[in-house]
């Protein structure tokens, strides 16, 4: 069975800090990972994802996420935040087993001026 | 805008009665998706089609729930006798279908209350 694990329900950075969203999954057979943002009123759309073909992804609007499989964990960090940045993150799994998509509860990211 | 449309984007119901909500899809993108989203969760999935057959249906998805895709263009969502543990978001989303490591593409959603 896949499940996912998002640290933190909150985080609140100021604008130009360091945004570090946690995110640990586990699965059986070797995971495809997705980071979705979802902001107010908006359908989810994908920031970016781990298809296995480079353990550090980049991804839209200057964030990445790295694959540790030692770790079971695909961190999404972004150098600098900006006010926009501001939505709700998801986390999100599936695998080469089939086609259902489990997401993690979600990290909402709070920006201060 | 990702090109999924969801009718109604709102909709207040009683107890007991029927709702049906619709999923409007991106051409050529054959697999569709249906999610519930309560406050303050992930997305939790409840059924996916492969063009019209549908292929796997979640234990959320009880005898009340029922999805259909006819001629695997839209999809409807039906919930029966609705229950105010129903009220959620309910999402649809779709895939050109080819693995599983495909993007998603996700409407706005359906926000249903049930009093």
């Known amino acids: 069975a896949q499940s996912v694990t998002q640290l933190g329900s909150h985080v609140s950075v100021s604008e130009g800090a360091l945004v570090l969203l946690r995110c640990n999954y586990s699965s059986s057979v070797p995971p495809y990972l997705f980071w979705y943002v979802q902001y107010p009123n908006q359908g989810l759309q994908l920031l970016l994802k781990y298809t296995s073909a480079a353990t550090l992804v980049k991804g839209i609007n200057g964030f990445e996420a790295e694959f540790k499989k030692s770790e079971t964990s695909f961190h999404l960090t972004k150098p600098s935040a900006h006010m926009s940045d501001a939505a709700e993150y998801f986390c999100a799994v599936t695998s080469t087993g089939g086609f259902k998509t489990i997401f993690g509860a979600g990290t909402r990211l709070f920006v201060k001026a | 805008d990702t090109g999924v449309s969801q009718n109604p984007r709102h909709k207040i119901t009683k107890r007991g009665q029927n709702v049906t909500f619709r999923c409007d899809p991106i051409?050529?993108?054959?697999?569709l998706y249906w999610y519930r989203q309560t406050l303050g969760q992930g997305p939790e999935f409840l059924t996916y089609f492969q063009n019209e057959a549908q292929l796997e249906k979640s234990r959320l998805l009880s005898d009340r729930f029922s999805a259909e895709r006819p001629k695997g263009s839209f999809s409807t969502l039906e919930i029966q006798r609705t229950e105010q543990g129903d009220s959620a978001m309910y999402l649809c989303?779709?895939?050109?279908?080819?693995?599983?490591?495909?993007?998603?593409?996700f409407g706005p959603g359906t926000r249903l209350l049930v009093l």
């Open positions: 989303a779709q895939d050109r279908g080819d693995s599983p490591q495909e993007t998603q593409y």
């Open positions: 051409s050529e993108h054959n697999r």
